[in-house]
């Protein structure tokens, strides 16, 4: 089955250290996201990338790094700059331009230890 | 710049009932719209979504909205309520084409429902 999928579903950072959360897609899509969930403030774009090799900034980008080498692949850096790590991250995908909608997959829980 | 508002951070139901969720958003071009689904731990599922057409959409499990561009809304509807739509919502608006078809989400509403 096509789909989504990020990895680990739980993850724990010590202070000051860089974590990497992976996100695979099968679908084909060009166009893949990062998101940021916290209670009560909805999801806010990290960053996104509509093409291979080529990314942009969302509304909070600072404290995160991406990559996107692979069509399928779109990993997401918490750096230790990051100072409130502390969320549920969220990577969707799209099929390119029109009327397609952003796919979703089941999302990375970060604590901090 | 584009914002979704979701009024109700939580609302209660009896099963059974009928159900709408408001949704406003502010958008400089004709918006496409969105509702998703989020249960606990999970992902997003995509509800139904709007760019054209008729201004009453079907989606999955039985939901429907109803654009209204004088009212800047897009609400969602269900007749009769079910134990297993307990979950959170959310509205998201963006464009059909450019931009990078970034989403803006709103903050969700929580549905609970009572037995």
């Known amino acids: 089955d096509g789909g989504i999928t990020q990895s680990p579903k739980y993850l724990f950072r010590k202070e000051g250290q860089n974590v990497t959360l992976s996100c695979e897609q099968n679908l084909n899509h060009d166009a893949m996201y990062w998101y940021r969930q916290d209670p009560g403030q909805g999801l806010r774009l990290i960053y996104y990338?509509?093409?291979?090799?080529?990314?942009q900034k969302g509304d909070i980008a600072e404290g995160y790094s991406v990559s996107r080498e692979k069509k399928e692949s779109f990993p997401l850096t918490v750096t230790s700059a990051q100072k409130n790590p502390t969320a549920f991250y969220l990577c969707?995908?799209?099929?390119?331009?029109?009327?397609?909608?952003?796919?979703f997959g089941d999302g990375t829980r970060l604590s901090i230890l | 710049a584009q914002s979704v508002t979701q009024p109700d951070i939580h609302i209660t139901v009896s099963e059974g009932a009928s159900l709408e969720l408001r949704c406003n958003y502010s958008y400089g071009a004709t918006p496409y719209l969105f509702w998703y689904v989020q249960s606990p731990g999970q992902g997003l599922q995509l509800l139904l979504k709007?760019?054209?057409?008729?201004?009453l959409v079907q989606g999955i499990k039985g939901f429907e909205a109803e654009f209204k561009r004088s009212q800047s809304s897009f609400n969602l509807r269900k007749p009769s309520v079910h134990w297993s739509d307990a979950a959170e919502y959310f509205c998201a608006v963006g464009p059909l084409e450019g931009g990078g078809n970034k989403l803006t989400f709103g903050t969700g509403t929580q549905l609970k429902v009572e037995l």
């Open positions: 990338s509509q093409i291979v090799n080529d990314f």
């Open positions: 709007y760019f054209s057409g008729d201004t």
């Open positions: 969707a995908s799209k099929s390119g331009p029109g009327d397609q909608p952003q796919h």
